[in-house]
């Protein structure tokens, strides 16, 4: 499923580097801990689903000596961000969804995830592909935050604002959108999508702010869930939520708050 974007040029992943700012920049730091534990020797075919602006698809460049990597997104502004900034003739970016992944069967030997599986509208085609285009013996791995147990911090400090500022924030939070991001939850689902040899682990991080501009910027820009949802709220709304996490976290200097995210690997069933 190739050619013209899926998604609106206004919407939660429209905007490149606003992307990078908000979420981007820990993307990567998780994606280096992913690749180690992975461990994948050099010179294999890859797949990136959910690629945004190329935060794993760097990281599998810089650390893997990949053979070659397909990296798919639907959003296409974050594709031609990637095409833009990561300029490596081993790589192809395609607008794609991963309901139908744009590569031959069993044609791939690691097919990997960043923070984008609970996005997907329907991850049991997702999963379907993903198997459908990996070799026999063949590592699907993916990682996606800690939402139910308040895994990235500054997120979830946003949402916890939210909620004493705007009745309703509770149920657009993705604590509430993504239940199924535990390792049990995922692990039933890779199972019942017949993955073999499913295994899931933490990784954990340190997202770190220069100041409270560094933490706020972002979530005025509009990509991603909460910079989204703060758009849709009035002025008034927007600017009491600013102030209630400002005065959350004043006094600290970094600002620093945890990061966690659930990997998870399998095989192909
Ligand atoms: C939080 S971003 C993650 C981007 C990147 N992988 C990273 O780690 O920074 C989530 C991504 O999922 C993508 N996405 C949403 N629905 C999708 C689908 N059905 N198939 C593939 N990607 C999808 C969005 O366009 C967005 O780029």
């Known amino acids: 499923m190739t050619g013209e974007p899926m998604f609106p040029e206004r919407g939660p992943w429209s905007d ?5 700012r908000y979420m981007g920049r820990w993307s990567r730091r998780v994606a280096r801990e992913f690749i180690a534990w992975l461990g994948q ?6 797949l990136d689903v959910g690629c945004g602006t190329g935060a ?3 990281t599998i460049c810089a650390e893997c000596a990949p053979g070659a990597i397909v990296a798919v997104d639907p959003s296409g502004p974050f594709i031609d961000y990637a095409r833009g900034t990561l300029r490596d003739n081993r ?3 395609e607008v794609a969804s991963a309901s139908a992944l744009p590569v031959g069967d069993r044609s791939i030997d690691v097919v990997a995830s960043g923070l984008a599986l609970n996005f997907f509208a329907d991850r049991p085609a997702a999963f379907a592909e993903m198997q459908r285009v990996a070799k026999p013996n063949a590592t699907i791995a993916f990682y996606v935050w800690d939402y139910p147990g308040g895994g990235m911090g500054f997120m979830d400090a946003f949402w916890e604002a939210a909620m004493a500022v705007a009745p309703g924030a509770a149920s657009a939070g993705e604590r509430s959108r993504f239940p199924f991001c535990t ?3 995922l692990l039933d689902e890779l199972r019942a999508a017949g993955f073999a040899q499913a295994e ?3 990784i954990e991080v340190t997202a770190e702010f220069a100041d409270f ?3 706020w910027a972002p979530f005025t820009q509009g990509t991603g869930p909460a910079p989204a949802y703060y758009q849709r709220l009035d002025g008034e709304t927007r600017l009491a939520l600013k102030r209630t996490l400002e005065s959350r976290v004043a006094g600290r200097r970094p600002i620093q708050f945890p990061a966690r995210a659930w990997a998870l690997r399998g095989r192909p069933g």
Request: glycine share 16%.
């Open 200 to 202: 899931a682990r933490p």
């Open 213 to 215: 501009d560094d933490l």
């Open 183 to 185: 390792p049990g939850g």
């Open 41 to 46: 020797p050099a010179g294999l075919s890859w």
């Open 91 to 93: 790589v192809r970016f």
């Open 56 to 58: 794993l698809t760097a």
């Open 16 to 20: 490149g580097a606003s992307y990078e």
